[in-house]
């Protein structure tokens, strides 16, 4: 898996999102970032996203809400047992509040709460806030 392409991507977001622009595009495009951008739509931290052409080079329009203050990717592979996922997310997230830390574990990816629910663990992808 690309990590550097995760992490293009998402910082290709915040710096839009400080920019105040109202989308972005990312190229080029994975699986992940698809999942990983269904988790933001899902936590309603983005509007929307359409992927152009995911079978070639493809890209993808995100529609920006205004939410995202940081978003990363980690570059190195960490894995996370479900016991410990709530120290992880105190560690890396600012606040208790808000925020999620994505996981990509057997059942998919999935955020934290998610994983604690199913009581999974897997490799931390990134975090976002």
């Not at 920019?19 to 983005?46: D, G, H, Q, W």
């Not at 993808?60 to 592979?77: K, M, P, Y």
Request: glycine share 6%.
């Amino acid at each position: 898996m690309g990590r550097s392409i995760l992490n293009d991507a998402l910082r290709s977001i915040v710096n839009a999102e400080k920019r105040a622009k109202s989308t972005v595009e990312l190229k080029p495009i994975s699986t992940v970032i698809s999942s990983f951008l269904n988790i933001m739509k899902y936590r309603r931290y983005i509007k929307n996203f359409e992927v152009f052409d995911p079978h070639r080079v493809g890209k993808i329009s995100v529609e920006l809400q205004g939410r995202v203050n940081d978003c990363r990717a980690l570059t190195f592979r960490q894995d996370i047992k479900a016991k410990d996922i709530e120290k992880y997310k105190t560690l890396k997230l600012p606040t208790h509040q808000w925020g999620y830390v994505v996981i990509s574990t057997p059942d998919g990816v999935l955020d934290h709460e998610e994983a604690i629910r199913r009581n999974v663990g897997g490799q931390v992808l990134g975090y976002f806030h």
